[in-house]
């Protein structure tokens, strides 16, 4: 059964770059025909996708958060990124990866990690 962990720093400064890491096991990011997402929810609000690699390493963004986004992956370690730029207080999130069979569904779902943007 797969597996997903995010990791990365609880609190980042304005302005900087949020840099986040999804750790997989019991299975590998380049298994044919899925998706890696990056996903978070705001205080009060609902899920907000953020973007996707997928298994050939293509790459999906939203495009509200397109200009600021990048993800990628490192198949040596088996675990895909999330970078966010010029992050503001709007910004704080409870972040998560998941893994989904198509874009835009997500199957297999990390615990979540905390971030907060704060100076």
């Known amino acids: 059964q797969v597996q997903l962990q995010e990791s990365g720093p609880g609190l980042v400064k304005p302005s900087q770059t949020l840099s986040l890491t999804c750790t997989v096991s019991g299975g590998s990011i380049t298994t044919n025909a899925y998706y890696w997402s990056w996903i978070r929810q705001s205080p009060g609000k609902g899920l907000e996708w953020m973007g996707a690699?997928?298994?050939?390493?293509?790459?999906y963004y939203s495009p509200s958060l397109k200009s600021r986004t990048s993800i990628s992956r490192d198949t040596s370690k088996n675990q895909f990124t999330l970078q966010l730029s010029s992050v503001t207080p709007e910004d704080t999130a409870v972040y998560y990866c998941?893994?989904?069979?198509?874009?835009?569904?997500?199957?297999?779902w990390g615990q979540g990690t905390q971030v907060t943007v704060s100076s």
């Open positions: 690699i997928r298994w050939s390493g293509g790459t």
């Open positions: 998941a893994r989904g069979a198509s874009l835009y569904t997500f199957g297999s």
